[in-house]
């Protein structure tokens, strides 16, 4: 029998850049792409109960027993001591929810919900597990109306995809990078399946938005704007699409030196996705 918990990371009541409206939205834990420019790394791994970030906890929020680290809530003081001693890119903040515990939480914030959004990491990682969850909310007479979302990397493959389309509403992907070279180096993956992605899920009319993040001499998506407006109107000159300008903050390693997007720098992307027929593109409201 599939699963029916999932490791989340974390949960956040309302959000509106996560889809249409006001949404929860799920973060799950664990992620197949090693993104240099990675926000949160410490989402990107299972916490494999080393043990080692146990006694660097200044507040004795972690213990060791039975071979499991034992997170005490309580306790934690959200120094983030931990997350920066591993060296597995985990952390042992995480919670077991099961599909229940996450109806329950849903229905403490209904009244102000459009929907839900499950991302990450990468949350398709967990797709046992979202498909019981989206399956339990359009099967609750009071949870039925809101929509069910998936903000993801694009790595799943068709058949994946498959198997949750009829209790999926809607998916965000990222296009991190239109060649593959540039997307390997960037994401430590080839982006065939992530192009696949978005053909599959504008056949099914299942793809709500597409998002680009432009690092300024790190990815190759303003040199090929006409190559990637051409694969994007061939499939739906609607199709919706989301610039994000890429900021350093919560990035390690090499993203840290890397220069921040300007507001230039992203409409000039814009433009020429418009200029190429494109329609429906939102930039960032805020630069860094
Ligand atoms: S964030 Fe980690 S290290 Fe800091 S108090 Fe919480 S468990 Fe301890
Ligand atoms: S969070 Fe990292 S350091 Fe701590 S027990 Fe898990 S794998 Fe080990």
């Given at each position: ?89 985990s952390t042992p903040m995480t919670y077991k929810y099961s599909v229940d515990d996450i109806l329950t939480t849903i229905r403490k914030y209904l009244p102000f919900l459009n929907g839900i959004t499950l991302s ?169």
């Amino acid at each position: 029998m599939s699963k029916s918990w999932a490791i989340v990371n974390k949960i956040l009541p309302f959000s509106c850049v996560d889809g249409p409206g006001n949404r929860l939205v799920i973060f799950l834990q664990g992620c197949n792409f090693r993104c240099l420019n990675c926000h949160n790394p410490y989402t990107i791994s299972l916490c494999r109960d080393c043990g080692s970030c146990v006694q660097t906890c200044p507040y004795q929020a972690l213990s060791f027993s039975n071979q499991k680290v034992i997170w005490q809530t309580s306790y934690c003081q959200q120094c983030d001591t931990c997350i920066n001693t591993c060296i597995y890119h985990s952390t042992p903040m995480t919670y077991k929810y099961s599909v229940d515990d996450i109806l329950t939480t849903i229905r403490k914030y209904l009244p102000f919900l459009n929907g839900i959004t499950l991302s990450g990491g990468e949350a398709t990682m967990q797709l046992p597990f979202i498909g019981k969850l989206f399956n339990a909310i359009k099967e609750a007479n009071d949870l039925k109306h809101l929509t069910c979302f998936i903000d993801s990397n694009g790595y799943l493959h068709q058949t994946g995809w498959q198997k949750i389309a009829n209790v999926m509403d809607g998916a965000m992907i990222d296009l991190k990078a239109w060649d593959n070279d540039v997307h390997k180096q960037l994401t430590g993956r080839d982006n065939f399946r992530v192009k696949d992605t978005i053909k599959y899920l504008v056949k099914v009319n299942k793809l709500y938005e597409i998002r680009f993040l432009i690092i300024p001499k790190q990815t190759d998506l303003q040199n090929n704007a006409k190559n990637i407006a051409k694969f994007l109107i061939d499939l739906d000159p609607n199709i919706r699409i989301r610039i994000n300008a890429f900021h350093n903050h919560g990035t390690h390693g090499i993203a840290r030196t890397w220069q921040l997007a300007t507001k230039q720098q992203v409409e000039l992307f814009a433009e020429q996705l418009k200029q190429s027929g494109l329609k429906q593109i939102t930039l960032p409201t805020v630069y860094l």
